[in-house]
C-alpha cells in the first residue's frame, strides 16, 4: 500500500509541475502552452502530491 502512494505522489507532483511549467508557456506544444488556468491547476495538482508523499512517508506507529 505504502508503494502505492509513493507513485501516486510522484505521478501527481511531475503532472503538476509539466502542467504548471506548460501554462507559464515555458514548456510549449499544447493546448495548455501559455494558459493561465493550467499554472493553477498544475500548482494544485503538484501540491496535492507533495501531501501525498509526505504522508506515505510517516507509517504506522509501533509499540
Sequence with gaps: MRFAKIAAGLVLLV???LWTLQ???LIGGSFMTSQTKW???GAVTGLV???ILLASRRGP???
Design 49 to 51: 502530491g507533495l501531501v
Design 15 to 17: 503532472l503538476g509541475t
Design 39 to 41: 499554472i493553477y491547476i
Design 61 to 63: 506507529t509501533r509499540r
Design 23 to 25: 501554462g507559464a508557456g
